[in-house]
Every structure is written in structure tokens, then in C-alpha cells.
């Protein structure tokens, strides 16, 4: 019985002795750009399917390491994207609220820091409006879209973002305290 998973028993055994030379040229790449562990064995695996897919077709791609370090690139370029539009849509959600200063933006790290406490947030709050504020802010889809998506009606689905938009911003304020409520400790 071999060690091989089934996906990988049908490709050419050139393919296999690629994949084994580049997995770690792949890895390298991507981790030296993303400077992320988790992140870069994700997309490392995401290159390699598009590889699978690329050498499946009717008419294969000719499979090198340049070429697999260029799809490397593009799945990083894409990943890149999403957080960009995952970040954009935290910031408009956490800037709906009161109570923040315009001058909690200026820092970089702020920013930053911010959108992991939204993201932290949103992964506090149930399902169904993980999923609408999801859709509708991170996403950037259209109220009709996001109801379509959830399967229901835009009025339903309204009022399920109103209800979820109170949610996010009770279990925000709630985790995120004044710099003076702050409690200092020697450890």
C-alpha cells in the first residue's frame, strides 16, 4: 500500500519528485512575505492544488519553480486582498460607534490593533450575525445580496443587521476598556 494520499496517486511521477524539490522553495517564499507560519502552510497547500489542477487539465501546464513560485505570488497577492477588504470592513464597523476619537486612527498601530479586537468581537457573537455583518461589511455586499446569501427576505434581513450591529458593539465596548480603567501589573 503506498503512503501517498489518493488525490495525489494519479499524477505523474515527475510531478511528485516536483512537488518534493519545490514544497520547501513554495514555503520559503511565501513565509519570508508573509512572515506568518499558519498563514504560509495555507497558502502553501492553495499553490499546490492550482499545480494539481494546472497539471490535470487536457492540456497540462509545463510545471517548473518559477512558474509555481508565480502562482505562490498570486495566491499572496489574493491573500493580501482579503485582509485588506476584511480590514476595511472591521474599520467601518468599529468607526460606526461613539465614543472613539478621530485621532485613535492616526497610529498605524491603533489601526491594527483595533481590527484584531473587531475580529475577536465578531467571532464572539453567534452565527447568524457572524454571518450577516460578515457578508455585509467585510465583504462589502449589498443588503439584497446578504439576504439572498442567508436565505432570507431584505426586510428580515435588515433588521437581522440592526440586531447584529448592537450585538458587535455591546461585546466591543465590553472588551475593550478607557486607558485610565486599566489595571497595571507588575508581571
Avoid at 457578508?135 to 434581513?157: F, I, K, S
Wanted: glycine residues 4%.
Amino acid at each position: 500500500m503506498s503512503d501517498q494520499p489518493a488525490a495525489m496517486a494519479d499524477l505523474p511521477l515527475d510531478f511528485l519528485a516536483f512537488y518534493d524539490d519545490a514544497l520547501a522553495k513554495v514555503y520559503g517564499y511565501l513565509l519570508a512575505r508573509c512572515n506568518r507560519a499558519s498563514v504560509a502552510e495555507d497558502l502553501t497547500a492553495e499553490t499546490f492544488l492550482a499545480a494539481v489542477d494546472a497539471v490535470r487539465r487536457d492540456s497540462p501546464t509545463t510545471v517548473s519553480v518559477p512558474w509555481i513560485i508565480g502562482v505562490a505570488r498570486h495566491k499572496l497577492i489574493d491573500h493580501w486582498r482579503r485582509l485588506t477588504r476584511e480590514t476595511s470592513g472591521l474599520r467601518a464597523l468599529v468607526d460606526q460607534y461613539p465614543g472613539r476619537t478621530d485621532n485613535a486612527t492616526e497610529d498605524p498601530t491603533d489601526a491594527q490593533l483595533d481590527a484584531v479586537q473587531a475580529r475577536q468581537t465578531l467571532a464572539m457573537l453567534a452565527p447568524h450575525h457572524q454571518a450577516a455583518l460578515t457578508l455585509r461589511y467585510l465583504d462589502d455586499l449589498p443588503v439584497p445580496e446578504v439576504a439572498a446569501l442567508l436565505g432570507r427576505t431584505v426586510h428580515a434581513t435588515e433588521a437581522l443587521l440592526v440586531r447584529a450591529r448592537k450585538a458587535f458593539k455591546r461585546a466591543y465596548n465590553e472588551s475593550v476598556s478607557p486607558a485610565g480603567d486599566e489595571e497595571t501589573s507588575d508581571d
